[in-house]
């Protein structure tokens, strides 16, 4: 096959892995301080809670019992970097500040004569929402940017996102089109300094209109009011209350708890889904790292196998190795011939690097479902 073909086709495969990322909730009815909850979570199931849009939030409500809860945890902390981020979530790449701007003392932005500026997010102006059947939404009321980005949400998408120069001249032009050229006008824009446990760019809030206040000066941790719609506040990490971890969890792979020889493992994959996983990139290593967690042996199974008088590792699905996570001194050129039937796993813990082991050993392992 053409080389080059060869590497487009290979590409495309594995793009597709990362949108079969499925995300879970799971509420945990314990009282503990957010860091010991952090510790939980990462044990268990992938990190304290991380909440990506409405969405999310809803289903992360539906996770909690109700009942008489006063707070619950998720992962959002304050740190002390602060970063501009988009309202609907998207990182600010593009940037077109006014000479001298930011100024660095506020935290919402807004545009005037194309260019923006960092201002109070108390203010009051006018504001841009982004619609998906009309477009582009100048609201000409004047409100504060965290009242304008959720009347946008309520009635349309988000507030604006100027992502590039083409999107700026559009929102330009919307503004000298209303005959407001030189007003401030709010775009989706702002910076805080709060970052997800799992280090995630969400940008994604849902605080209650008088927070985060920081009442204290020491509320650096974030809880939902379950009895406020699961509106957020902040508050100190020290308090105990029940949390909840999310699970990010691979829709393409799937780990069977049974311990199986590695040739059992392969049956039964082949039988019951497609293959024993070949772990071609990183990204797939990611989803592995996930599912291992919850083993219960201390390696589980990968489709790699050992092709001894070639010298060399090979995957179920055929390919030679080229992406590798072994452990030092294994997967090496120079084990000779009487480790053929050795097959390749991976660690359930510590660094989850590969290891090879004896084809006979009973091991829990992973199944491809596609
Ligand atoms: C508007 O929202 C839609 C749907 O989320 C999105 O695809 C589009 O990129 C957004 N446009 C702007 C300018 O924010
Ligand atoms: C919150 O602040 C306290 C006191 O400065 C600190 O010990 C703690 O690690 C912080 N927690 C988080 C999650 O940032
Ligand atoms: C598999 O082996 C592990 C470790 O020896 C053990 O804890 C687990 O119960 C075994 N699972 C089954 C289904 O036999
Ligand atoms: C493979 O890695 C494991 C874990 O680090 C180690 O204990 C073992 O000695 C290594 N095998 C060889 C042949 O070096
Ligand atoms: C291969 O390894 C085995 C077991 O470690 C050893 O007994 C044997 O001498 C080695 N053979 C060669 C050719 O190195």
């Given at each position: 096959m053409d080389q080059n073909l060869f590497f487009i086709l290979l590409l495309t495969a594995l793009c597709s892995v990362s949108e079969c990322v499925q995300r879970q909730y799971h509420f945990i009815n314990e009282r503990k301080n957010w860091t010991e909850a952090q510790r939980y979570c990462r044990e268990n199931y992938t990190d304290l809670a991380t909440v990506d849009n409405i969405n999310d939030m809803n289903e992360l409500k539906k996770s909690v019992n109700v009942g008489s809860?006063?707070?619950?945890?998720?992962?959002?902390?304050?740190?002390?970097?602060?970063?501009?981020?988009?309202?609907?979530?998207?990182?600010?790449?593009?940037?077109?500040?006014?000479?001298?701007?930011?100024?660095?003392?506020?935290?919402?932005?807004?545009?005037?004569?194309?260019?923006?500026?960092?201002?109070?997010?108390?203010?009051?102006?006018?504001?841009?929402?982004?619609?998906?059947?009309?477009?582009?939404?100048?609201?000409?009321?004047?409100?504060?940017?965290?009242?304008?980005?959720?009347?946008?949400?309520?009635?349309?998408?988000?507030?604006?996102?100027?992502?590039?120069?083409?999107?700026?001249?559009?929102?330009?032009?919307?503004?000298?089109?209303?005959?407001?050229?030189?007003?401030?006008?709010?775009?989706?824009?702002?910076?805080?300094?709060?970052?997800?446990?799992?280090?995630?760019?969400?940008?994604?809030?849902?605080?209650?209109?008088?927070?985060?206040?920081?009442?204290?000066?020491?509320?650096?941790?974030?809880?939902?009011?379950?009895?406020?719609?699961?509106?957020?506040?902040?508050?100190?990490?020290?308090?105990?209350?029940?949390?909840v971890c999310h699970e990010d969890f691979d829709s393409e792979l799937i780990l069977i708890k049974e311990n199986l020889t590695w040739s059992e493992a392969l049956s039964y994959c082949r039988q019951n889904h497609v293959d024993l996983v070949s772990v071609h990139s990183e990204e797939i290593q990611r989803g592995v790292m996930n599912v291992v967690k919850r083993a219960s042996t201390a390696a589980v199974w990968l489709g790699l196998h050992n092709y001894c008088i070639m010298n060399m590792w090979l995957w179920v699905s055929g390919e030679i190795v080229c992406y590798h996570n072994w452990a030092p001194g294994n997967g090496t050129t120079r084990e000779n011939c009487s480790l053929e039937n050795r097959k390749g796993a991976v660690q359930s813990g510590g660094d989850q690097r590969w290891i090879s082991l004896p084809e006979s050993h009973k091991l829990n392992f992973i199944c491809s479902r596609y």
């Open positions: 809860l006063l707070y619950v945890y998720i992962g959002l902390h304050k740190t002390s970097r602060y970063k501009w981020q988009w309202s609907s979530g998207e990182p600010a790449l593009y940037l077109n500040w006014a000479t001298g701007q930011p100024e660095g003392t506020d935290d919402c932005a807004m545009m005037t004569n194309g260019q923006w500026h960092d201002i109070p997010c108390s203010n009051t102006q006018p504001f841009i929402c982004n619609n998906t059947n009309a477009g582009l939404v100048l609201v000409n009321q004047m409100m504060k940017w965290r009242d304008a980005q959720s009347y946008c949400r309520q009635n349309h998408i988000d507030l604006v996102s100027v992502r590039n120069q083409n999107e700026n001249q559009q929102v330009e032009q919307l503004i000298n089109d209303r005959h407001l050229s030189g007003s401030y006008i709010w775009i989706g824009l702002f910076r805080d300094s709060w970052q997800w446990s799992d280090q995630s760019d969400s940008s994604f809030r849902y605080w209650n209109p008088i927070e985060p206040n920081n009442m204290g000066g020491a509320e650096n941790c974030t809880v939902i009011e379950p009895n406020a719609q699961g509106q957020w506040n902040d508050i100190p990490w020290n308090y105990k209350y029940p949390f």
